[in-house]
């Protein structure tokens, strides 16, 4: 058990020299397991640039039982955003106000009502799924140790539902720390500290399980045309991170029974190359492809398609053509709906989760929450605009899109002038959040913007995969599979508000369990 005392001995003092080895060391992994996020504009014949990922030198100190937590209740998250997903009248209630105002929104369900005209050809759905956290301090406890961590609670920032990013990374930098601690590079004498404490990580094989799963729940091929299945990756153009994605498509390929993996760009290669059938199995026959027989996709597996300029009318088009495909998504334009900051609001109201939950479970995942509100003019709307227009009181508040990958957020006292420069109908596009406040550690940040030293707040990611079969007889569903696919810990400096690794403001990272 470690004592405060203890604690405040790590991350432990390395000498010059031995920073140094430290460093080399971390680069030489990074390079040898393709850490690295790609330079796009440096592709010239026989050579490509990268970078490194941000990674923390040393493993951050994470409380254990919270981080046990987190792990134990994503299988009853899991659960609920399956059922959400089949909920349709709940979802557009959720959203109803969010759809004529955000871009992106519109555009979903716009292509959710054309399938849905169209009729579904496919009742089963892959989720993979991720649940972010911070540690919490309420406000008289951050004030008297904002170092603590005994006393801390583990509370959700949001839930993804879609083209969830950053497990590849997290599993090389989870190797990474083992490996170096196992070395001895950290020059840490305590048993305490050893590599059993840093969790194993095993977040490429579980994505590749899942959709290997979903795979094999598809079966052969139905269309005649075709001799074989696959699942299809749908990617960004130009993509900068496929160090993050590749490693799942090689997972496939590499298992004992081999599962066919090909990728496409998002747009106009998916109607380029892709076709359905009279009975609508989506067949993939681009020219690279060995074989004159078109590829039957039992799995569309979507990493692209999350920002609202990538909806125009071709865009637009290929998402619907997907969708209305008999073959498996992940997600479904409904589970994609899901992650809104809006549903996530929604399902703090009042008797929301007892809707597709038991009353334990619900209690268990209600407990993960801080205030969230909309900035509708529904009364506790108007609540909100009254917190967030006030300086005094908005500070303690982040206001919140539903737009995804970083850099969207207002913060603070920046909130008012944020509202005040917009026209009063865009606020229901965003919702207010009440700060989460975490603890504080040290630790040395490795990444574009150099090697810096100093005190940190982390937030861990969850991973769910879950398989679930629409219900014929209601809105709910029927779990054909739900377990915990890994983890992911990211961590920032405490001064910078933001934390995507893959646009530089946070680290990967490895949490060093203690006990409290």
């Not at 079966?219 to 990756?233: E, H, I, Y």
């Not at 078109?294 to 300029?309: Q, T």
């Not at 865009?426 to 959040?433: A, C, G, N, T």
Request: hydrophobic share 40%; charged share 20%; net charge negative.
């Amino acid at each position: 058990m470690a004592s405060p005392e203890r604690e405040k001995e790590y991350p432990p003092d390395l000498s010059e020299e031995q920073l140094f080895s430290l460093v080399t060391q971390i680069k030489d992994w990074q390079i040898n397991h393709g850490s690295l996020l790609k330079v796009i504009e440096s592709e010239i014949e026989h050579s490509v640039l990268s970078h490194p990922v941000g990674v923390t030198c040393f493993p951050t100190l994470f409380p254990r039982a919270q981080f046990q937590q987190g792990l134990d209740i994503q299988e009853i998250y899991n659960e609920l955003y399956c059922s959400v997903a089949e909920d349709e009248e709940w979802v557009f209630d959720a959203i109803r106000n969010l759809v004529p105002v955000e871009p992106l929104a519109g555009a979903l369900w716009g292509i959710h009502q054309a399938a849905k005209k169209a009729g579904s050809v496919q009742d089963v759905h892959l989720g993979i799924f991720r649940s972010d956290y911070m540690l919490h301090l309420t406000e008289d406890e951050q004030a008297a140790s904002p170092r603590a961590r005994p006393k801390t609670t583990l509370k959700q920032v949001e839930f993804n539902s879609f083209s969830c990013a950053g497990a590849s990374h997290a599993n090389k930098v989870a190797n990474m720390h083992r490996y170096l601690t196992r070395k001895g590079v950290y020059n840490l004498d305590d048993a305490l500290y050893d590599v059993a404490s840093l969790p194993v990580n095993k977040n490429i094989e579980a994505l590749a399980s899942a959709l290997a799963l979903a795979h094999q729940t598809y079966g052969g091929p139905r269309s005649k045309l075709a001799r074989q299945t696959a699942v299809l990756f749908i990617v960004q153009p130009y993509n900068f991170n496929i160090a993050d994605e590749r490693p799942i498509e090689y997972a496939l390929w590499n298992r004992e029974e081999p599962v066919p993996a090909y990728r496409l760009d998002w747009g106009p290669q998916v109607l380029q190359y892709t076709r359905l059938t009279e009975n609508r199995e989506l067949l993939f026959q681009p020219p690279w492809l060995p074989s004159k027989d078109p590829v039957e996709i039992s799995v569309v597996y979507l990493r692209a398609g999350y920002e609202a300029h990538e909806y125009n009318l071709t865009g637009f088009e290929a998402r619907l053509q997907l969708e209305k495909s008999a073959a498996i998504k992940c997600p479904s334009i409904l589970a994609h709906l899901t992650t809104f900051k809006k549903v996530q609001q929604a399902l703090t109201l009042p008797g929301a989760l007892e809707r597709f939950l038991s009353e334990s479970d619900a209690a268990a995942i209600r407990k993960t929450f801080v205030p969230v509100y909309p900035l509708d003019e529904t009364e506790d709307g108007l609540y909100a605009r009254g917190l967030a227009c006030d300086r005094k009181r908005s500070g303690n508040f982040i206001l919140k899109p539903s737009l995804e990958g970083g850099g969207n957020n207002v913060y603070g006292n920046e909130i008012p002038d944020f509202l005040a420069s917009i026209s009063e109908s865009q606020w229901s596009r965003y919702i207010l959040m009440e700060r989460i406040n975490p603890p504080i550690s040290p630790n040395l940040l490795m990444s574009s913007a150099g090697l810096n030293g100093g005190d940190v707040v982390s937030e861990l990611g969850v991973l769910g995969c879950c398989l679930w079969k629409a219900n014929s007889t209601d809105d709910g569903c029927d779990m054909l599979h739900n377990s915990v696919g890994g983890w992911t810990l990211k961590t920032k400096h405490v001064e910078v508000d933001e934390m995507s690794v893959v646009k530089g403001y946070g680290c990967f990272d490895t949490p060093r369990l203690v006990d409290a």
